[in-house]
């Protein structure tokens, strides 16, 4: 099929990769010049494991290109996905003004029947509101579905291969025919695709994520709990998730969740219900814990260390989580905030994110090369992201290098019997 993909950032990027990776020819348009030269060059502007190659192999192949030229690219394809950001407004809501423009500028461009596919996490409505404008800009056929994307950086190319399951909300039966025929290769062994109405195949996405927050905050609760009774949150966790009805994903307590989608995507499900009078009471509840949770190993240390002013503390992990080097909403980025203002000086290392951390904290932060050129003369050591290869560390080595063996584990990756073995004092989360 001949397929455009509107936005070319995590989402676009690999949707389009794995779309072109099936056969299809994929036209991937992007408003950043400098973005689209670079993947015109075969460089992909972002850190997803696996991507790089696929974008290649498919550009060479020639059925994956990249422009800006939004017109051309929505002409010679039947299917136009809209990719696009669907930031937190000031009110909280999702911010529709890329997805809207981008419907505006596809409807001026069309030439014949197009199905418009939401592939951004937009609130209930906006499929509506995107057949209102394209309606306005033009006299050609065409039919808007609803298709959430429910990938999760880091491993991005395997869940849009394989994934759990597609929703499609489509409510004309020659889009869902045509939907169902492009998902058909992706869908082959068994992962169901989900045909519904538009407003329930908006609303999924946002159950969904709004969920796994939900599962989250409630763990940091627990841990916090465990910390105040003596108790070990990985012995309740290893309990709790045998529970069938429970099971063991996303139990893990931490310093709150970040990134792209959860924080954005609570706020918006809170919002668009409010809008409708209703006060989603548990995701308010929600959000103050992960507020609060970004904060909890800051206070850990100034428990420990009393005043931390000229403190030199090292951090290990910047990205919201392993695999990525996306910084947005990362919980690395409070707690170095934090850590700055109390008059802490601060080394950092993260195998990924070390760029993009430098454009936020420029020379406030020192970034140091290696994991353990972080930890020369620290006072301490915090891990907020669970890079593999901070898993097993050369122990001696790290207490050689620190001024004082200590560690706050935001991430709870060593034994604490082995840690204090040894030869560290080791705080991690809801663990004695
Ligand atoms: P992103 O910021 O990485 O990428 C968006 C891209 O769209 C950028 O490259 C930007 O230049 C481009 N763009 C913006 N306006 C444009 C326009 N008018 N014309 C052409 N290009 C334009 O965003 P993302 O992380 O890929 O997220 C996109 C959507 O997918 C969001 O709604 C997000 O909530 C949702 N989503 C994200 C993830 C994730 O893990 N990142 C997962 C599922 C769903």
Known sequence: MKIAVVGSGYVGLVAGACLAENGNDVVCIDKDPAK??????GKIPIYEPGLEEMVRRNKAEKRLTFTTALARGVQQSQIVFIAVGTPTGEDGSADLQHVLSVARDLAKAMNGYKVIVNKSTVPVGTAAKVRDVVRRETTHPFSVVSNPEFLKQGAA???????????????????????????APFTRTGAPIMMMDCASAELCKYAANAMLATRISFMNEVANVCEAVGANVDQVRHAVAADRRIGPSFLFPGVGYGGSCFPKDVKAMMHFAEEKSYDFQILKAVESVNESQKRRL?????????????????VWGLAFKPRTDDMREAPAVPLIQGLLAAGVIVHAYDPEAMQVAQKI???????????????????????????????????????????????????????????????FQYFSMGRP
């Open 157 to 183: 190319i395997d869940d849009f291969m394989k994934p759990d399951r597609v929703v499609v909300g489509a409510e004309d039966p020659r889009a869902a025919e045509l939907m169902k025929e492009l998902y």
């Open 298 to 314: 800051i206070s850990k240390m100034e428990k420990h260390f009393g005043s931390l002013k000229g403190k030199r503390i090292a």
């Open 361 to 423: 904290f420029g020379a406030k932060v020192h970034f140091a090369e290696t994991s353990y050129a972080a930890l020369t003369g620290a006072d301490a050591l915090a891990i907020v992201t669970e890079w593999n290869e901070f898993r097993e560390p050369d122990y001696a080595r790290m207490r050689k290098l620190m001024r004082n063996p200590i560690i706050f584990d935001g991430r709870n990756i060593y034994n604490p019997e082995s840690m204090r073995s040894q030869g």
């Open 36 to 41: 689209v030269r670079m993947l015109q060059r």
